[in-house]
């Protein structure tokens, strides 16, 4: 489970110095909370200027990590360096540079957004006229000028989202925090935050964000690393992670249920993996190594005359990348992650 | 994937590409910062204020007009002896929303936001409630100036009242030490509303803000005599009617320090430690 990291040309583990080349630099931090071990041993090697992705169900471990790593949190076990800091003896210097968007929106409800934006800017040490001029040109840029003076209690999920890294960003920092920036958004505001991590990376921002969805880990992250209970189970670069997981997943829907039993043979022979009976009684899924063996997969169903109602080749979800990687489905957690 | 067009990339980029961090806010600019936004709150939602205040006010008019003349004889003399009651109890009751608005933010990912920024640690709890010592200033001066309206003639004039006022505002914000703390153990603001109205409104009446506690039981006036509350009635009355009452003034003065001295580090300490 360790190949991918092994290979990858970055990672650190063992080293002892500081990396300039590193904006996280983490090895075996843990955290406990009461009996349950939230974190359990994460070694973590961020280059800079890169996106990281942290990816992993909830509970997982991923929000107590990013609380250590941005001094909310003390761990228990462990030790990280941020920007060159460590996180415990020097978590004032570690502040003054990073900036955190929480998985809970950090606004005053009742302050209107420009308000809110002043009240950081404030905090951040800036005059009360520059205050107002960054509240302004973060609204504009933000697209929230037309909101500007309206309570926070009145914006959409995505306004707030956005409004919420707006203010992570009043000073821009050199390491960004998103816990779960896309959580609960419309896919056009998911698309606009995105696009905002974009624009951040472009700038020379790096950005640790954590998700449970695979399929933005890989639209917007350099290097993934997947939690489970607490753990790094694999890291590397998207391809890599996916290069191990197969492209993707193969959907079949057949005209005839009956043929599913035979479908699947042909499936399991040129695709060489074990396929999966769906719930509906006429689809399957198998993964998927490469395009070129669905399409011969295709192929051999047309001559064994098995005809399909449709299909779709489609990345893994979390939830089969968790198969993969470890052998059990992705549970989400009863216990909310410690807030 | 890239087809949405707002927010624009343009001024993202421009937005992003900002100069120099500005020097580190002192303690005190941080603090007075988290104290003008305690105070547009109270700008923006003044019902909470009203929540609070009509309590005290209506008890002033019921307690004035119904019970009044049966209790003084006459509902002026009454309200001589009732309104410094009603004050303390608005002071009083108003502390329990610090606690109520602390713990929203605890609640919220505001903690950490706040707690992620490079200021003075205790900032947004010591700006916080300076804050709302303005919002009791405001509380306590609206039940005095309906006092004045229906009848209130303090002795002492405008200094006593100020006075007064000014020494129920400094028990207050004391007093609000004790919702902070409790704010960062309980789970939700309304468990904490809940809690500080059960404690204060006992104590309110437990006390002699309404009535002379001559004609009560003893046990009971050894309650009322214990409690700070009255002694700070029995303060504020000295005062309104232009006397010195050194004795009240200094048992308000150390209910005030202990509770300051309790539950302020208490607060701190759970707050660095959540």
């Not at chain 1, 606009?192 to 695979?214: F, N, P």
């Not at chain 2, 700006?127 to 002795?155: K, M, N, Q, W």
Request: charged share 20%; aromatic share 6%; glycine share 8%.
């Amino acid at each position: 489970m360790n190949d991918a990291r092994n290979e990858s040309a970055l990672t650190t583990n063992g080293r002892q110095r500081p990396d300039a080349g590193l904006a996280v630099e983490a090895s075996g931090l843990a955290r406990s909370f009461g009996r349950t071990r939230a974190v359990d041993g994460v070694d973590l090697s961020v280059p800079n200027g890169s996106v990281y992705g942290l990816l992993g169900p909830n509970g997982a471990g991923k929000t107590t990590t990013t609380r250590m790593l941005a001094t909310l949190l003390r761990p228990d076990a462990g030790t990280a360096r941020v920007l060159g800091h460590d996180i415990v003896r020097e978590a004032d210097a570690v502040r003054g540079r990073v900036s955190l968007t929480g998985q809970y929106a950090s606004l005053d409800e009742d302050l209107t957004g420009r308000e809110n934006l002043i009240f950081i800017a404030r905090l951040l040490g800036y005059r009360r006229r520059r205050a107002k001029e960054r509240a302004a040109q973060l609204l504009e840029a933000f697209g929230l000028a037309e909101a500007a003076t309206r309570s926070v209690r009145t914006y959409s999920g995505g306004m707030r989202r956005r409004l919420d890294i707006a203010a992570s960003l009043v000073v821009t920092p050199e390491l960004l925090f998103l816990d779960e920036p896309s959580t609960g958004l419309d896919p056009r505001s998911r698309n606009q935050v995105w696009q905002i991590v974009r624009a951040l990376a472009a700038g020379g921002t790096t950005v640790l964000l954590t998700t449970q969805y695979l399929d933005e880990a890989d639209q917007l992250a350099d290097r993934i690393a997947v939690i489970d209970r607490g753990k790094v189970i694999a890291e590397g670069t998207p391809v890599e992670l996916k290069d191990s997981l197969g492209a993707g997943v193969f959907h079949l829907r057949l005209r005839d249920a009956g043929a599913r039993p035979s479908a699947a043979q042909v499936l399991a022979r040129t695709l060489e993996a074990v396929p999966h009976d769906e719930v509906e009684p006429t689809s399957l899924s198998i993964s998927a190594p490469d395009p070129e063996r669905v399409v011969r997969a295709l192929d051999e169903l047309a001559r064994a005359g098995i005809e399909l109602a449709s299909f779709s080749l489609s990345q893994p979800s979390l939830d089969e990348v968790f198969l993969a990687l470890t052998g059990h489905l992705a549970e989400p957690d009863t216990e909310e992650e410690a807030a | 994937m890239n087809t949405t067009p707002a927010p624009a990339t343009e001024p993202l980029h421009a937005v992003l590409a900002e100069g120099p961090r500005p020097a580190r806010p002192s303690a005190a600019s941080a603090a007075l910062t988290f104290g003008w936004r305690a105070l547009l709150k109270v700008k923006h939602v003044p019902e909470q204020l009203a929540d609070v205040i009509g309590i005290p006010v209506i008890f002033t008019l019921v307690f004035t007009y119904l019970f009044g003349g049966a209790l003084a004889g006459s509902t002026h003399a009454y309200l001589q002896f009732l309104l410094p009651g009603t004050l303390v109890m608005a002071a009083v009751l108003l502390t329990v929303y610090s606690g109520v608005n602390l713990n929203t933010d605890a609640a919220t990912g505001a903690f950490d936001r706040f707690r992620s920024l490079p200021i003075w640690r205790p900032a947004p709890i010591v700006g916080g409630l300076l804050g709302d010592t303005g919002r009791y200033l405001l509380g306590c001066s609206l039940v005095v100036a309906l006092g004045l309206a229906i009848g209130f003639r303090p002795g002492g004039g405008v200094t006593g009242v100020l006075a007064g006022i000014g020494l129920a505002v400094l028990f207050g914000f004391c007093l609000s030490w004790l919702w902070t703390t409790l704010a960062l153990i309980l789970r939700t603001p309304t468990s904490v509303q809940v809690i500080g109205l059960v404690v204060l409104f006992p104590l309110t009446f437990a006390s002699n803000a309404f009535v002379d506690p001559r004609t009560m039981p003893s046990w009971v006036r050894s309650v009322v005599r214990a409690n700070p509350i009255s002694h700070l009635i029995d303060a504020e009355r000295g005062l309104m009617q232009g006397h010195t009452p050194t004795t009240q003034i200094v048992w308000v003065l150390i209910a005030s320090a202990v509770l300051l001295v309790v539950f302020a580090p208490a607060t701190v300490h759970l707050y660095r430690r959540s």
